[in-house]
């Protein structure tokens, strides 16, 4: 079984920095890509970035473009989202997603991934 461990979420205040971690563990599998989602309340589940595993290509949501940045590192299975400039509305439950099924897949795709974290909380206070 895998699992994702997210790490790194707090409170903090608008204009200010955070790293998320992410580490994959359990049963060994070909990464093919990882990405962030959040969710803040009442709201749906919102792709945030995504890295493809064996290129390093990245995409993510216009709303954190210039501000997020996804990267990974495969010999620690893990990938990272350091976000600076955070807003308030970037506010929510921030999940660690993989995927290890092969194929053409986009990043936005809530269900092109085969595996989620519990989450992590980032708050940011105005």
């Known amino acids: 079984q895998v699992q994702l461990i997210e790490s790194g979420g707090g409170l903090v205040q608008a204009g200010d920095s955070l790293r998320l971690s992410c580490v994959a563990s359990?049963?060994?599998?070909?990464?093919?890509?990882m990405g962030w989602f959040r969710q803040a309340p009442g709201k749906e589940r919102d792709f945030i970035a995504g890295?493809?595993?064996?290129?390093?290509?990245?995409d993510y949501a216009d709303s954190v473009k210039g501000r997020f940045t996804i990267s990974r590192d495969g010999a620690k299975n893990s990938v990272y989202l350091q976000m600076n400039s955070l807003k308030p509305e970037d506010t929510a439950l921030y999940f660690c997603v993989a995927r290890e099924t092969r194929g053409s897949f986009t990043y936005q795709n809530i269900y092109a991934y085969d595996y989620w974290g519990q989450g992590t909380q980032v708050t940011v206070s105005s």
């Open positions: 359990g049963r060994p599998f070909i990464t093919v890509g």
């Open positions: 890295i493809t595993w064996r290129t390093g290509d990245t």
